[in-house]
């Protein structure tokens, strides 16, 4: 069965920090991987997917990267913002569905 | 291009009661998928259809049902509601997940 795992849970920097967030995963045997944005009582965002024969994707200030052999994703925030406060969600995509971790919690402040 | 449109945005319902979620799919994308996500916690899968069949369900019971129209919308229903109900309901579209899942803001179900 596969289990999704974020660490940290939880991450207070001020601005300008560059900060990495991390997923794993125990199952190899995914279809792709997506990064999601959730701003409090809102739906989701897509970052950034990257598939299973890939290994990054980037998109302004944010890259992610996928190792599907040890089984692990990190998001790489740089030059953080107060508006990238938000909880940000990995997904893996088991061919018919995704599975999430639950997710960590960043605030940036001034 | 459109996004992923739920409605309604809110809702409140009493223990017992049903209660029925639309969701419009992104242009192009033939495949909805509807997730719960309750306080704190990340979204859990409740079911998929294509080509208006199921296609995949979580670990949900039979009171959880779905249906997909010929214009790949789709209504999640929900029967005898229970407390344990309350959640962020998450619609989402895609092409068979070849190019990753398009969310909606999602439906905020209040049980009381």
């Known amino acids: 069965k596969q289990e999704v795992t974020q660490i940290p849970a939880a991450l207070s920097v001020p601005e300008g920090e560059n900060l990495v967030l991390n997923c794993s995963f125990t199952d190899s045997a995914i279809y792709n991987l997506q990064w999601f944005r959730q701003d409090p009582g809102k739906g989701l965002t897509s970052l950034l997917l990257?598939?299973?024969?890939?290994r990054e994707q980037t998109s302004g200030r944010l890259n992610a990267s996928l190792d599907k052999s040890s089984g692990r994703s990190t998001l790489y925030i740089a030059a953080s913002q107060p508006g990238d406060s938000a909880t940000y969600l990995c997904a893996v995509d088991n061919t018919d569905k995704l599975i999430f971790g639950t997710g960590t919690r960043l605030q940036v402040f001034p | 291009e459109t996004g992923v449109t739920q409605s309604p945005t809110h809702l409140i319902k009493t223990r017992g009661q049903q209660v029925t979620l639309r969701c419009s799919s992104q242009s192009g994308h033939n495949t909805v998928s509807w997730y719960q996500q309750a306080l704190g916690q990340g979204p859990q899968f409740i079911f998929q259809y294509y080509r208006e069949e199921e296609n995949g369900r979580g670990n949900f019971p039979p009171r959880f049902s779905g249906l997909q129209f010929p214009n790949y919308s789709s209504e999640l229903n929900v029967n005898a509601l229970e407390l344990d109900d309350s959640a962020l309901y998450l619609c989402?579209?895609?092409?068979?997940?070849?190019?990753?899942?398009?969310f909606g803001s999602g439906t905020r179900l209040t049980v009381v």
């Open positions: 989402a579209s895609s092409s068979q997940g070849i190019e990753g899942y398009t």
């Open positions: 990257i598939q299973s024969s890939q």
